[in-house]
């Protein structure tokens, strides 16, 4: 698949990638520079916000967990510095709840990991939804169901595990322990 950049000058589109995995950074900036980026990569939401204000990127990829961090915090930010940002946020943990929210604050797509550049490119050009997208068979799993759910009232609460917990009618540190594991696969 070609994908063409905009050509608005002979300049190169500014690439910001910010994800907490080195090694995924290095090998993903090598491929979007041959891809005619300039790329920079960033690994805190500090950081990226302190280059953003500097220098908006025309596109970014950012990871939705960073450290003890929330990737979707730096979405709105970006959106907000520029809304002609493209934006594609990338998880290994993807949730519907997650990805509905990252579409709401300004990401043009959401992209489970394990992802490749060409994927990262096809996401960029996006500008509306695949009607080809494939339906799933199978219904999710139950553990796949709390997890989703557990995670949207979480999302709905600003991350507040206290007020989560009430609403769900769960002992706090039984929500964390849930929390804590990856979602069921399917």
Aim: charged share 25%; proline share 4%; glycine share 4%.
């Amino acid at each position: 698949m070609t994908v063409s950049l905009p050509v608005e000058s002979h300049e190169q589109p500014s690439l910001l990638i910010v994800d907490d995995d080195t090694v995924f950074c290095d090998v993903l900036a090598k491929a979007m520079t041959k891809r005619g980026f300039n790329v920079h990569c960033i690994h805190t939401i500090e950081e990226a916000l302190e280059y953003a204000e500097s220098s908006t990127p025309e596109y970014a990829v950012i990871d939705l967990k960073l450290s003890n961090e929330s990737g979707l915090v730096l979405v709105e930010k970006l959106n907000l510095l520029d809304p002609g940002t493209r934006i594609v946020m990338l998880t290994g943990y993807a949730s519907i709840a997650t990805a509905v929210e990252a579409i709401k604050l300004g990401a043009t797509h959401y992209l489970a990991k394990p992802v490749d550049a060409d994927d990262i490119m096809a996401a960029f050009e996006r500008t509306t939804g695949d009607t080809d997208t494939p339906i799933n068979a199978h219904p999710l799993s139950v553990g796949r169901l709390e997890w989703e759910y557990i995670h949207r009232i979480l999302n709905e609460n600003d991350n507040n595990i206290s007020v989560t917990a009430r609403i769900l009618n769960m002992h706090r540190r039984t929500l964390q322990r849930k929390l804590s594991k990856k979602p069921h696969r399917e």
